[in-house]
């Protein structure tokens, strides 16, 4: 066991250089110039913008600069904001436990009404509930997801006044509640959907009808033998999806309001920031690649058919 | 160990269908039966199969000859139908169907006009990341060893961006944003998933004992490839391609509303319903239309893949 | 004890029916799927029955609705698309399809116990093998986690798995095949029930440990005087440890019989087509004797008898009417115990 989690993160070293390079080279190598957006539409002065540059490196050659970039890095310098000049690492340490949780309230949305749902709907197969439910997940997989987030905020937010349509306050639960049901939703969506089909393809495993054969109750079947084994997929997608919501936040923050790591990097973009791009994702890289080891151990134990060596 | 084919399970987590190649039911009529011809026969009877793919070859109808549908300009506004006549939906077909958006464009017409960037979109991201990523994912299955991992590495980076945070970076950077840039875009960062459940319906088709027989008989490395593994290892990749070619419609219209989807000038679903969020609250009309045909677009090439994943599985009918 | 004699005690008269030893009384049974296609005839009107202590073989090619009877005892079947339309089940004077769902739980794994053929997907992968036999224990019997892992061990134990109190919280992979299939055998056994119903117990196994297993079963079936009902396609595993035998042949039976008047005088051209394609060593060099054609398609059975299309003997009257299962007797009349053809040319079969 210790061998492979050393093994694994070994392996996580080419790939966390790579995406970081490769997100590196898409800000970068892109046209659009950041330094001359600090003029906004008037016209830049050419000698200001080079002394920028020149100041800030920008004028080296790309694989220079990236080995610039991860010299800093594994130092824990992130950098500066061209506007500003705000190192980045506070920005992303203010934004950061924002994000989280609001992730985390999402990802126990997920969870708890996911797993429920598509539990409900796999073991009732074919009943007016299971038809319910699938048409709820399809719904909400093919809705974009802002329509969900402007709707919501309309109705709870404006309408009947459930909620505050904007978050003041980031540390406050009840006022996250609405923006985290909305980051969950698709989540939640495809969480459902794949509990219902792993509950339906095992309840017609040759074990299940070993636990009928058995005389077990109906409940204890349904929790310790077809649970038991459905929900495997379902918490491999778990585990991967926190990295995902942290991410993926850019818009939900964008309506409600919050000022999270989607605000951080939509300002990143709209600005050219590249640094903060490469920051907020390699920070993200980081939280997937361990997420997804994590999952890989998880998996081992609730599987033990697998063995890691 | 028995064959748990050594994935990562992180991969099976997504919706990997899994396809298994044997026969229906025994107690069913015998007679040869392919898994196709099955699935086929199977598809014909579900009513919600036969409702997605009509809905499907009636949009891709609308976004080949939107001129059948309508014949109003799309982009001729006139402000005196500001908001007008709001919706009439007693008028089948006729431009005040939908109502008028803020600028007096008719939103029928927009609908109509809209389908063909929207579509050309989810079908032009999901042939590119079909054919690269399956490429990608045939390849490191079918080889294994050194590709494999440097395959799949490459694949796990581009995994690590997330989707739609990558297509905003490389967005961002064109100021003209046709339909090639998008789909460009998108499918960049698409072609991963494919490339993972490619990958995975290789290995396990690559152990299957009628590949070991083509083996034995002396059939060629492409042989065996195209021949066997590449028709077996398919079924999966179509199933998941067709449900993500409705995301990639989704997406465009989540970028749309980010201000980094197509151009003002262009009709597109997610130009308009971004455009339709801003009067959402006293005409909300002008988002519902828009929203509700690109939500039936989506909701039938999903529908159509879930109907294509359980006539594919026995397991699951 | 030889199974002769085994044979001899067991006429079965009907006094008996009242007193203990009929445990199973399996009467005009029928069950058909709802598919697609239309309604497949799985079994039709199928009768037999069970003492305590005997052994009854149930014989028939994969179709014959050998597994779905079993199914039907058991409980099993999934219903929809599976559908009982007629036929009784009575376990031990009560018929057990007019009982509530409820009391068929608490009868089956405690009365009534199930084998199945491929021990490693009918064990639970993800729960070890000293769990799911403690559950039996623990659901039936109320006993806490820790006595039904010691009655597990004790168990496995009783099945001669070597070193049970080591192997008691592995995983069913973990086994081996002969292994796996005796943990199953040792979950039947746990409650100790009145009737065990085995699904092709040895099929799957390697040929070896197939008469490791049988024995096994066929030993503690003797300690514990229960009744053993034996599905199987073999012939070879049933003349060691059946005392009858019911061929069944798409969904009905054609021919009972103890089991060794079977093998010397089969009733019906099914069954002598059976036994003749078993290889032979003293018929070396000669062809091995196969039955034509295929078994029937369920969603159309030929009119008449079922196997007329395959019979060598096949009349026009075969191909009208459904021949019914007779007693067979001796070319005086003598009464042959417990042998019933159901062929309209039983006669010429066993005594032409």
């Keep these: ?309 | 160990m028995p064959d748990v084919t050594k994935t990562t399970p992180a991969e099976a987590a997504a919706e990997t269908p899994v396809v298994t190649m044997k026969p229906a039911d025994g107690r069913e009529a015998g007679g040869a039966r392919s898994l196709w011809s099955d699935a086929w026969r199977d598809l014909r009877r579900r009513p919600l199969f036969v409702i997605s793919a009509l809905l499907i070859l009636l949009v891709l109808l609308v976004s080949a000859f939107p001129g059948l549908f309508t014949s109003t300009d799309p982009g001729s506004g006139d402000l005196q139908k500001h908001f007008l006549g709001s919706p009439n939906l007693g008028h089948f077909f006729q431009e005040d169907w939908f109502g008028y958006d803020r600028q007096g464009r008719s939103i029928y017409a927009r609908v109509v006009y809209g389908a063909r960037n929207s579509v050309m979109v989810g079908v032009g991201v999901t042939l590119l990341v079909t054919f690269f990523g399956g490429l990608v994912g045939m390849l490191a299955g079918y080889f294994g060893g050194f590709w494999d991992s440097l395959l799949s590495r490459i694949t796990d980076v581009f995994f690590g961006i997330p989707f739609l945070l990558g297509a905003m970076v490389v967005l961002n950077a064109f100021t003209d944003r046709n339909v090639w840039v998008i789909t460009g875009a998108l499918a960049f960062l698409g072609w991963t998933q494919i490339a993972r459940v490619m990958r995975g319906a290789v290995i396990t088709t690559k152990h299957a004992d009628y590949v070991m027989a083509a083996k034995a008989l002396g059939a060629g490395t492409k042989r065996i490839l195209f021949r066997h593994v590449l028709p077996n290892a398919v079924a999966p990749v179509i199933v998941v391609a067709t449900i993500a070619l409705g995301t990639y419609i989704v997406a465009e219209s989540t970028l749309s509303y980010l201000g980094l989807g197509f151009g003002s000038d262009a009709v597109s679903w997610g130009a308009d319903i971004s455009d339709a969020t801003q009067d959402i609250r006293n005409n909300p009309h002008t988002l519902i239309f828009p929203a509700g045909m690109l939500s039936i677009t989506v909701l039938a090439f999903i529908m159509l893949g879930d109907a294509v994943r359980e006539a594919l599985d026995p397991k699951l009918r | ?352």
Excluded at chain 1, 145 to 170: A, C, M, R, Y
Excluded at chain 1, 212 to 235: D, E, F, M, Y
Excluded at chain 3, 291 to 312: M, Q, T
């Design chain 1, 1 to 309: 066991m210790g061998r492979y989690v050393a093994r694994r993160l070994l392996q996580m070293i080419p790939v966390f250089i790579g995406t970081t390079l490769l997100i590196f080279l898409m800000v970068n190598a892109l046209p659009g110039d950041p330094v001359k957006a600090l003029w906004g539409d008037k016209p830049p002065d050419p000698a200001q913008v080079a002394q920028i540059k020149h100041d800030r490196g920008l004028d080296l050659p790309l694989w220079e600069q990236y080995l610039h970039y991860m010299k800093g890095l594994v130092q824990g310098d992130f950098g500066k904001t061209i506007a500003g000049n705000r190192p980045i690492l506070d920005e992303i340490t203010q934004a950061f436990p924002v994000s989280m949780r609001l992730a985390a309230m999402a990802w126990t949305f997920e969870l708890v009404v996911g797993i429920t749902l598509g539990v409900i709907a796999g073991v009732r197969r074919g009943r007016i509930i299971d038809t319910t439910v699938t048409f709820f997940t399809l719904l909400v997989i093919s809705v974009p997801i802002f329509v969900f987030g402007l709707g919501f905020q309309l109705i709870f937010g404006n309408e009947l006044g459930w909620v505050k349509p904007t978050v003041q306050d980031s540390e406050d639960f009840q006022q996250l509640m609405l923006p985290a049901l909305v980051l969950g939703l698709v989540g939640l969506a495809y969480v459902a959907r794949l509990t219902r089909t792993s509950i339906k393809e095992n309840r017609t495993a040759d074990y299940m009808r070993t636990a009928v054969a058995k005389g077990l109750p109906r409940q204890r079947i349904v929790t310790r033998h077809l649970l038991r084994n459905s929900l495997i997929p379902v918490v491999t997608y778990l585990g991967t999806d926190i990295g995902a919501l942290m991410g993926g936040a850019v818009i939900t923050e964008g309506i409600f309001n919050v000022t999270g790591v989607g605000n951080l990097l939509f300002q990143g973009i709209a600005r050219r920031e590249g640094a903060i791009i490469v920051g907020v994702v390699t920070v993200l890289v980081i939280v997937y690649l361990l997420a997804s080891l994590l999952v890989d151990l998880l998996y081992a134990v609730l599987d033990p058919r697998i063995r890691y060596a």
């Design chain 3, 1 to 352: 004890m030889t199974i002769t004699e085994k044979t001899a005690d067991v006429p079965a008269p009907r006094s008996g029916e009242e007193k203990s030893g009929r445990l199973l009384d399996v009467k005009d049974l029928h069950v058909e799927f709802h598919t697609r296609d239309g309604v497949v005839k799985a079994v039709n009107g199928v009768n037999y029955s069970v003492d305590a202590g005997e052994t009854l073989a149930v014989l028939g090619e994969s179709g014959s609705g050998k597994s779905v009877t079993a199914q039907a005892i058991m409980g099993i079947l999934d219903m929809p698309p599976g559908k009982i339309p007629q036929g009784e089940i009575i376990f031990r004077g009560q018929d057990m399809l007019k009982m509530s769902n409820e009391e068929r739980r608490k009868i089956r794994g405690r009365k009534i116990a199930m084998i199945f053929q491929d021990a490693l997907s009918s064990l639970n992968p993800v729960l070890s093998v000293g769990y799911q036999l403690g559950e039996m224990f623990r659901v039936h019997e109320g006993l806490s986690r820790k006595e039904a892992k010691a009655k597990a061990i004790e168990l496995m134990d009783r099945v001669k798995i070597p070193a049970a109190k080591e192997r008691v919280s592995d995983y069913p992979h973990q086994f081996s095949g002969g292994m796996r299939q005796r943990i199953m055998i040792a979950m039947a056994l746990a409650l100790e029930p009145d009737l065990i119903i085995a699904d092709e117990p040895t099929t799957a196994l390697d040929v070896t440990v197939q008469a490791q297993v049988m024995d096994l079963l066929a030993d503690l079936q003797r300690e514990y005087n229960m009744g053993l009902i034996l599905i199987t396609h073999d012939l070879g595993v049933v003349a060691d440890v059946a005392d009858k035998i019911a061929v069944m042949y798409a969904g009905r039976i054609v021919e009972t019989a103890p089991v060794h008047e079977l093998y010397k005088r089969p009733a019906h051209p099914y069954t002598r087509g059976l036994l003749d394609s078993i290889p032979r060593l003293d018929q070396k060099g000669q062809e091995l004797y196969a039955i034509k054609g295929l078994p029937p398609n369920l969603l159309k059975i030929p009119s008449g008898c079922a196997f007329n299309p395959r019979c060598p003997k096949a009349q026009d009257i075969c191909r009208t009417e459904v021949p019914p299962l007779v007693p067979v007797t001796e070319r005086d009349g003598a009464e042959l115990a417990g042998r019933g053809s159901a062929c309209h040319f039983w006669k010429e079969t066993i005594h032409g």
